[in-house]
């Protein structure tokens, strides 16, 4: 069991002045792994008086020092591993494969890039008449949902500590241990006390609490777009500054000469790979009229290659929701798309067979789905594939362009001008040309309604920084 029930604050773990606890749920068993104190407003004001009287010794430290102080944190988060692993394996129910290779590594390379970027960072510059310097923004406070725990934090904290800012990070309530191990690292890595305060609790109490908070000069939150839009009106209060990493409805535009086979295993990948709960998820094919037939039917022969199932077998591919609620979210969407024009290829409401017990659901793939339909504009955050038919490729782009999101965008095919003309056309913070490959050191982040700011990289360290324009200086 893992039993949190204090908060960090100052560098020590701290009682929490309120008596509620949160019990934490591996969604493969349906089991309670832990629990976690629900903080209070008081616990919340402590961590940020700590991260304010830490900022001014914090923000004065050279780039190199934070430089080597995120080089320690890397060291230190590959020293625990296995931990976190098996952490994010129970508390988020992602695959074994999937966790080592992508939830651990994510977090890891967010750390190691920004201790490189950070180097060659340049806090200061002159223009004609002027000097200006970028110094630390002051306490961030750090709001993370549940789907990657290690990434979303970390992308957050690299980019602060990098910058020279103090935080108050509040992860998800549904994976907060991740958070726990962070903390170790930090300890471990000499992370200066009060730097880094880690309050868990309630969006309502402590998520609230953050984005009002008088004593709060930023807020970076990934998370739903209705959250999204509180944090803003809270913040529009005191005119604090908010980043804002939202959700998506990602389209895979797949061009008339791809290759079928490898256009549906792209599509498969992207609602099956951390069970389709992926803010960059490709979750509308869009796929030529004259393809269809094929796509479909190269949708059914791959399907089986990416088995659902427990979380601790290697072969597994596809894990469980990662709570009850977000199983019956994705449940309705399914019978929304069961009750529209669409035609249900393959899965459908229920559990896959086998699997009872765990909040899973089916890889389910709709075709003949209208652009406007439910399903093809609104976020399901599930295994639900959208396949829509276009005939010429400004259709598709119009089709692709036509959500409320901006998130990501992915081309498959292979004539270099249509590829081009299609990645150039899309509205999104991500455009992928067949391969996946991610690169740390690029920005990250969404147009229209997927967010507001980037991270990752030297643009995710922008963000916690103030350019200063001193003119006239002796
Ligand atoms: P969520 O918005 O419900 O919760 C995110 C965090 O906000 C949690 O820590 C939650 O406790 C907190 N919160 C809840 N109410 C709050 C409030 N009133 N004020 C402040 N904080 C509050 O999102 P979720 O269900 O945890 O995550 C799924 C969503 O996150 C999806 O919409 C997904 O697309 C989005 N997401 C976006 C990105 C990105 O980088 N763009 C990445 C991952 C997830």
């Given at each position: 069991m893992y039993n949190y029930i204090q908060h960090y604050i100052n560098g020590q773990w701290v009682d929490s002045t309120g008596n509620e606890t949160i019990d934490v749920i591996n969604p493969a068993t349906e089991e309670k792994i832990g629990e976690i104190s629900s903080g209070t407003k008081e616990d919340l004001d402590k961590a940020v008086q700590a991260a304010r009287d830490a900022f001014p010794a914090f923000s004065q430290t050279t780039k190199e020092e934070r430089a080597d102080l995120l080089d320690r944190i890397a060291d230190e988060y590959e020293k625990r591993k296995d931990q976190f692993i098996e952490v994010i394996m129970a508390e988020l129910g992602s695959p074994v494969t999937f966790t080592t290779n992508v939830q651990y590594q994510m977090g890891l390379n967010h750390f190691r890039t920004a201790a490189k970027l950070v180097r060659d960072f340049d806090f200061t510059e002159n223009r004609e008449n002027s000097f200006i310097q970028k110094d630390a923004i002051g306490v961030a406070g750090l709001i993370t949902p549940w789907n990657f725990p290690t990434n979303q934090a970390s992308t957050k904290l690299a980019s602060a500590f990098a910058a020279g800012s103090t935080v108050v990070l509040k992860p998800s309530t549904e994976t907060p241990f991740a958070a726990v191990l962070l903390k170790e690292v930090f300890e471990a890595a000499g992370v200066p006390k009060g730097v880094f305060n880690l309050v868990n609790g309630t969006g309502s109490t402590i998520g609230n609490g953050i984005s009002s908070h008088?004593?709060?000069?930023f807020v970076s939150f990934t998370g739903s777009g209705g959250v999204g839009t509180k944090i803003m009106e809270n913040a529009a209060q005191d005119i604090k500054k908010v980043s804002l990493e939202l959700g998506g409805k990602s389209p895979i535009v797949v061009l008339d000469d791809a290759d079928v086979d490898y256009a549906a295993k792209t599509a498969i990948s992207h609602i099956a790979g951390n069970t389709g709960q992926v803010?960059?998820?490709?979750t509308r094919a869009l796929v030529p009229e004259s393809m269809h037939d094929d796509f479909i039917q190269a949708i059914k022969n791959h399907i089986s290659e990416y088995p659902v199932g427990d979380p601790k077998d290697e072969s597994t591919f596809t894990g469980p929701q990662v709570s009850e609620d977000q199983w019956k979210t994705v449940q309705d969407y399914i019978q929304k798309g069961i009750d529209s024009n669409a035609t249900l290829v393959t899965g459908g409401t229920g559990k896959p067979e086998g699997l009872e017990t765990g909040y899973y659901s089916k890889l389910t793939v709709f075709t003949n789905?209208?652009?406007?339909?439910t399903i093809a504009q609104e976020e399901i955050f599930g295994p639900v594939l959208s396949v829509i038919t276009y005939n010429d490729l400004d259709e598709a782009i119009e089709i692709a362009n036509g959500t409320i999101y901006g998130l990501a965008g992915y081309v498959v095919g292979n004539d270099p001008e249509a590829l081009t003309k299609t990645a150039k056309s899309l509205r999104s913070g991500r455009i992928v040309v067949n391969n996946e490959q991610a690169d740390f050191t690029a920005p990250f982040g969404g147009f229209d309604q997927s967010g507001i700011g980037r991270e990752w990289g030297d643009y995710g360290i922008e963000e916690f920084l103030e350019p200063k324009t001193i003119v006239g200086l002796p």
């Open positions: 008088p004593d709060i000069d803010c960059t998820a490709g789905v209208k652009p406007e339909d």
